[in-house]
């Protein structure tokens, strides 16, 4: 089976050579790796990556489309999120990607507990986060090239880094001839694509995907799917929403969190 090279995920494995010259008796003494080891320590500490007490939801004044939803997704973990349509997919993302509040319960995403945390501390977590929204949310001036690069440029990694992973992967993505093109130009599914590029060039601790294969045919959704273990592989926690049952009985290997009547059902 053909895997996608961790090359253009790597950007950290070329950081880590680096450091590996930064050595002392008990291992990487380089700042930054010592900043990952405390990671590393905290995500082992807490185990879980993200955690819900009796998590409710409703928007506005109206009914509470989630209720007493309570789970915990353990670091390093792949998830399908399924339900049917209407119930609460999404809204279980926001609330996962810090995009709405609670209206009851208690979510911990990183160790945190949301309800605590400052609006000050909320952009460092959510910067570990990568989303694929189901309306993509792509930067209609930017090409695919400068849209997929955002996350890295934001936090400062070298141009000549950049330009070398954000065309590999959207090679990989199979949208190495619309490098160039800006979305309004791309088709559904190759927006598609290219939201899934942005969300995981900066291998995040956490991976969002809320229907990201809906606009591609089987043979892509599978090379998608491959991506995300890949990452996956490397450390991420995946979550995928999907209605795809063709995914779900292809990768069986992946426990469900299912969705029903506004109330989640693990391993169905
Ligand atoms: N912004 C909103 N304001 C009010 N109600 C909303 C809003 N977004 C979603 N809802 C309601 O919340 C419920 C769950 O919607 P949600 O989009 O989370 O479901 P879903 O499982 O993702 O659906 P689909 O698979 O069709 O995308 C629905 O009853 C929907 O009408």
């Not at 890949?230 to 049952?245: C, D, K, M, P, S």
């Not at 990768?251 to 391993?267: A, S």
Request: proline fraction near 5%; aromatic fraction near 6%.
């Amino acid at each position: 089976m053909c895997k996608p090279s961790e090359a253009f995920l790597g950007y950290r494995h070329k950081t880590a050579a680096t450091q590996a010259r930064w050595t002392n008796k008990d291992g990487p003494c380089h700042p930054s790796a010592r900043l990952e080891k405390a990671k590393v320590r905290n995500n082992r500490r807490g185990e879980h990556i993200i955690r819900f007490d009796s998590v409710g939801l409703r928007y506005g004044l109206g009914p509470e489309v989630l209720r007493d939803i309570s789970f915990a997704l353990p670091s390093g973990s792949f998830h399908f999120l399924t339900g049917s349509s209407g119930a609460g997919k999404s809204s279980l993302m926001r609330l996962m990607y810090l995009g709405l509040r609670p209206t009851r319960g208690r979510v911990v995403l990183f160790d945190k507990d949301i309800a605590m945390t400052r609006r000050y501390e909320l952009p460092a977590l959510r910067r570990r986060i990568g989303v694929v929204f189901q309306d993509f949310r792509l930067l209609d001036h930017l090409s695919a090239m400068d849209n997929v690069a955002l996350p890295l440029r934001v936090r400062g990694v070298k141009e000549s880094e950049v330009r070398k992973h954000v065309p590999e992967l959207l090679n990989w993505v199979g949208l190495s001839e619309q490098i160039n093109a800006k979305p309004p130009t791309l088709s559904g599914g190759q927006k598609q694509r290219v939201a899934i590029a942005r969300a995981v060039i900066g291998r995040p601790d956490l991976l969002l995907a809320d229907e990201p294969t809906g606009n591609v045919d089987d043979h892509i959704a599978m090379r998608l799917l491959h991506l995300f273990e890949e990452l996956n592989r490397l450390g991420t926690t995946v979550v995928i929403a999907t209605h795809n049952q063709f995914l779900v009985d292809r990768f069986t290997q992946y426990p469900r969190l299912h969705i029903d009547r506004g109330t989640v059902v693990e391993g169905e």
